[in-house]
């Protein structure tokens, strides 16, 4: 099992995120929905711990779970004297389950079925960035919670085969921060008995022949807009073109060029285990400054300079907003986690390090073969005329 802990003796509190490397991008036909179920199953409790929510509730905390693309994550913070008792607990409940089928039936229909996705759950500028991913990564948001007719037909057994297929050491891991140690923690996961073998998933592309996509919402006057940009792989010199194109008014989206024609921009860089994407937003005051957006968005891409100021301005911002992941506690932990995908940075001081690192030479280059027409999707979501 993948280990990181990141020592910090200052914190009051304790912050664990279990991952299992199995998400909703790895459900088949007929199966979809089941990641999300297993989520729910795993809290349902087992013989050891019959009623976690109330164990845990003993000691002021709270166990979550989270369902993603490539990951389900299991996640909690607590005192340090509580840390062994509730991640000991945590860790029974992932990986040996007992799976009820009285509670399993009641989940299902009051938290499962509920829970698939539907369009109009979206809000016009939500729509647009999760069809951008669709085109990036291949895959197919509005199935991520499953489907009715797929979730009624899913069984017990389903659920016990699904876990012990993904649910295992060699498919999982564990980040730790606060002031807890690697030697204890190892010491916890090896207690647990953790199954140490099953398979790998591989995830299930879905192929579009689109590059571009418009829905026309009934009453809207403005145009949401996302460029999105496949990445082959994660670079931090990503980091700072997201800070220097968006999201800050030194941005160069928030320039003339732009401010005329949008009430709202951004950038977003989004990692998965398999592949990377960038976004960029737009709320366009119509679609007459759609087309205008549109014109002056390529015209700055391929035509991209960056000087030695701006790139300094950048990594200090990105700094600060690594620091203020470290300073966020449960929330800086799961973006932490969100970002560093593979683990690739082993604690916050590694990933400004990293930052610190980046040269201009290496942004441009980024920008220029990737940040490309060819390379570029585009959902509008909105006026027509």
């Known amino acids: 099992m993948e280990q990181l802990v990141i020592p910090e003796k200052s914190k009051a509190l ?3 995120v279990v991952g299992i490397k199995s998400g909703w991008r790895h459900e088949e036909a007929g199966k979809r929905g089941i990641t999300h179920f297993l989520e729910h199953a795993i809290f349902l409790g087992n013989k050891p711990h019959p ?5 845990v509730a003993k000691y002021g905390a709270q166990l979550n779970g989270m369902t993603l693309p490539e990951y389900t994550l299991f996640f909690f913070a607590s005192t340090k004297k509580d ?11 992932i990986f040996h389950p007992e799976f009820n089928e009285t509670k399993l039936e009641k989940e299902k229909q009051e938290q499962i079925i509920t829970a698939v996705n539907q369009e109009t759950d979206f809000t016009p500028w939500e729509l647009a960035h999760e ?14 919670l499953g489907t009715k007719e797929d979730i009624k037909l899913l069984t017990k057994e389903d659920l016990v085969v699904w876990h012990r297929k993904y649910y295992h050491a060699r498919n999982s891991f564990i980040v730790t921060y606060g002031d807890i140690q690697e ?5 916890l996961i090896k207690d647990v008995n953790i199954p140490s073998s099953g398979e790998i998933p591989s995830p299930l592309d879905v192929q579009y022949d689109k590059r571009e996509i418009f829905i026309e919402r009934e009453g809207m006057k403005n145009v949401e807009m996302v460029y999105g940009f496949k990445l082959p792989q994660y670079d931090t010199g990503w980091e700072i073109l997201r800070v220097i194109l968006g999201n800050y008014p030194i941005s160069r989206l928030w320039g003339e060029k732009f401010s005329r024609h949008t009430y709202t921009v951004g950038s977003q860089l989004e990692e998965t285990a398999t592949g990377s994407g960038f976004f960029l937003y737009f709320g366009a005051t119509s679609i007459d400054s759609a087309r205008e957006i549109d014109k002056n968005l390529w015209h700055l891409l391929e035509n991209l300079e960056i000087n030695e100021g701006e790139l300094e301005l950048a990594k200090k911002i990105r ?13 800086g932990l799961l973006k932490f986690v969100s970002c560093n995908p593979s683990l690739m940075y082993k604690d916050f001081k590694e990933m400004i390090e990293r930052v610190n690192r980046v040269k201009r030479d290496k942004v441009l280059a980024l920008a220029g073969e990737l940040l ?3 390379n570029a999707v585009r959902i509008r979501i909105g006026a027509n005329k």
């Open 131 to 144: 069809w951008a991913k669709n085109l990036v990564f291949n895959w197919q948001f509005m199935a991520s």
């Open 183 to 187: 030697n204890e923690v190892t010491k």
């Open 319 to 331: 700094m600060l907003e690594i620091l203020k992941m470290k300073e966020e506690g449960e929330r």
């Open 51 to 55: 009623t976690p929510d109330d164990e």
């Open 14 to 16: 304790v912050h664990a």
């Open 372 to 374: 490309t027409k060819e």
């Open 83 to 93: 840390f062994t008792e509730i991640f000991s607990l945590l860790l029974s409940l």
